[in-house]
């Protein structure tokens, strides 16, 4: 490769969990060494590649890493916050938006839920997921089903634009009768270390979710399919290094070592022992204590994570 060009990696896997170790090992020996805009000046430029995952079997078991940013319980409201729109209310106003960095309101900018579902342009409200839907329950096999996130009015002057951009689906014929619904997401910018995993539960959760919805439009079957996620910047962060690399003086080994030294097994978790930590995790984090807490979200939102809530203590949802 000539010098100078950001490397692009291709990982093919069946589930989660091994995608993510593959794309840790494989940006990290591979990766770019390229600057970010939030370094410190003791940090060492990161490790940077554009990757294309491949997950067969996006729900394929063990589904869950152990090694993530936060607990499961967060991971769980996480995945309201995409699927539902649990947080959407903490989003401010379009004027202060536009303010950038003047603006005092500390809220945020912007949530995936709330560009896909309700993106504005012109004043006008699109629920682009419903249309993806839409187009597909009608032609399955369209190339034109899918919902972006970028707002070129607002999101240029923010310090924390949205990293997803866009979301393409298409369904196909599984020769039974029933469909497969395959997805692709393509992001900007991409945290491996602390948010690739968190992101594609959630994601997937959603691709779940719209392919119960194409199951009710069509009167078909409708499976899950192999899912594609497409990063033009995936970055390991140097403000990371000291966790990947480890402090053998200290007897600390690295992220590679203590991946080599367990099993596969021993650093996953599948869906049966996740669920109950999603539904409660004992700390104040799950959909119940997220109900109890956040008394402002709005009553629509409280049924769709309540209904959530029902199914998921039902001995046949999967997580």
């Given at each position: 490769m000539q010098t100078g060009n950001i490397?692009?990696?291709?990982?093919?896997?069946?589930?989660i969990p091994s995608a993510y170790e593959q794309a840790i090992r494989q940006v990290w020996d591979n990766g770019a060494r390229i600057r970010t805009e939030y370094d410190r000046p003791e940090d060492p430029p990161s490790r940077d590649a554009s990757v294309v995952i491949c997950v067969e079997e996006p729900f394929g078991q063990p589904?869950?890493?152990?090694?993530?940013?936060?607990?499961?319980g967060g991971l769980a409201e996480y995945v309201m916050e995409v699927v539902h729109g649990a947080h959407d209310y903490w989003v401010k106003p379009v004027d202060e938006i536009m303010k950038a960095a003047e603006s005092t309101d500390t809220r945020w900018t912007y949530t995936y839920h709330e560009r896909l579902f309700r993106y504005v342009i012109e004043d006008r409200v699109v629920d682009q997921i419903d249309y993806?839907?839409?187009k597909l329950a009608e032609t399955g096999y369209s190339r034109?089903?899918?919902?972006?996130?970028?707002?070129?009015?607002?999101?240029?002057?923010?310090?924390?634009?949205?990293?997803?951009q866009r979301?393409?689906?298409?369904?196909?014929?599984?020769?039974?009768?029933?469909?497969?619904?395959?997805?692709?997401t393509h992001w900007r910018s991409r945290d491996l270390f602390k948010a690739w995993f968190e992101n594609v539960i959630a994601i997937t959760t959603l691709m779940r979710s719209i392919?119960?919805?194409?199951?009710?439009?069509?009167?078909?079957?409708v499976c899950v399919g192999?899912?594609?996620?497409?990063?033009?910047?995936?970055?390991?962060?140097?403000?990371?290094?000291?966790?990947?690399?480890?402090?053998?003086?200290?007897?600390?080994?690295?992220?590679?070592?203590?991946?080599?030294?367990?099993?596969f097994a021993d650093r996953t978790w599948?869906?049966?022992?996740?669920?109950?930590?999603?539904?409660?995790?004992?700390?104040?984090?799950?959909?119940?204590?997220?109900?109890?807490?956040?008394k402002n979200m709005p009553q629509d939102v409280r049924t769709a994570v309540q209904k959530e809530l029902e199914a998921m203590e039902k001995d046949d949802y999967i997580v």
């Open positions: 490397p692009v990696l291709f990982i093919q896997d069946q589930t589904r869950f890493h152990r090694s993530f940013a936060d607990g499961l993806l839907i839409s034109r089903a899918q919902a972006i996130t970028w707002n070129p009015k607002l999101d240029p002057p923010t310090d924390d634009p949205p990293c997803l979301v393409w689906g298409r369904l196909c014929e599984d020769g039974e009768g029933g469909l497969i619904f395959n997805m692709n392919a119960n919805a194409l199951a009710e439009r069509t009167g078909k079957r192999r899912y594609v996620d497409m990063v033009d910047s995936m970055h390991i962060y140097g403000s990371y290094f000291r966790e990947i690399e480890g402090d053998p003086k200290k007897g600390i080994k690295s992220f590679f070592e203590q991946l080599d030294s367990r099993s599948d869906s049966a022992f996740v669920k109950p930590f999603f539904i409660n995790d004992g700390i104040g984090k799950g959909l119940r204590p997220m109900l109890e807490r956040e």
